[in-house]
T-cell receptor
């Protein structure tokens, strides 16, 4: 069974601060995906990283995929109250076993 | 982009009754859909993988007879919670891999999720 350790589980910060969320595993994934979920809604894809060492930027969000494709991080610069939500990392399996394994999620609260 | 329509968005039912949740891929064909369960402030737990035209694959610990999955077409999968009990109350979400017909990956492919169904069993 592939497991993804996501940390921290809860994070409460002030507007303007920076933060990093980590996702680690002992398994190698074909891709790693980051989602954001609002209460009462389904997760929405933020980014998919596929290549080891890959870095993707989405405005104030920076995503990294580790060289060994086992870990990833999400860094948010100058957080805003609108960034509040549940952030989920998910690793995709290989070949016919391409289902997603989710981390436990990081509940982020950005206070004005 | 790919859209998965899920309904109902919420349902309240009596103990012992059955509830059906539908998930449709609107602009792409989904040979495989996934059904998740989520408790408040927790992550998603995969319940089963639904394959068009064949039996669903259930995760360990998920009762097949209680959570019936049907995937009769390339755009529709349903989850029926049978003989519901209060402990079945949860947020149920479906997803599909957003590969359009022909298997070409979109530029930022991933899994498209439905908006979820809040089930309350009283």
């Amino acid at each position: 069974t592939q497991l993804l350790e996501q940390s921290p589980q809860f994070l409460s910060i002030q507007e303007g601060e920076n933060l990093t969320v980590y996702c680690n595993s002992s398994s190698v994934f074909s891709s790693l995906q980051w989602y954001r979920q609002e209460p009462g809604e389904g997760p929405v894809l933020l980014v998919t990283v596929v290549t080891g060492g890959e870095v993707k930027k989405l405005k104030r969000l920076t995503f990294q995929f580790g060289d060994a494709r086992k870990d990833s991080s999400l860094h948010i610069t100058a957080a805003q109250p609108g960034d509040t939500g549940l952030y989920l990392c998910a690793g995709e399996g290989w070949g016919s076993n391409y289902k997603l394994t989710f981390g436990k999620g990081t509940l982020l609260t950005v206070n004005p | 982009g790919a859209v998965v329509s899920q309904h109902p968005s919420w349902v309240i039912c009596k103990s012992g009754t059955s509830v059906k949740i539908e998930c449709r891929s609107l602009d792409f064909q989904a040979t495989t859909m996934f059904w998740y369960r989520q408790f408040p402030k927790q992550s998603l737990m995969l319940m089963a993988t639904s394959n068009e035209g064949s039996k669903a694959t259930y995760e360990q610990g998920v009762e097949k007879d209680k959570f019936l999955i049907n995937h009769a077409s390339l755009t529709l999968s349903t989850l029926t919670v049978t003989s519901a009990h209060p402990e079945d109350s949860s947020f149920y979400i479906c997803s599909a891999r957003s590969f359009p017909v022909g298997g070409q990956r979109m530029s930022n492919y991933g899994y498209t999720f439905g908006s979820g169904t809040r089930l309350t069993v009283v």
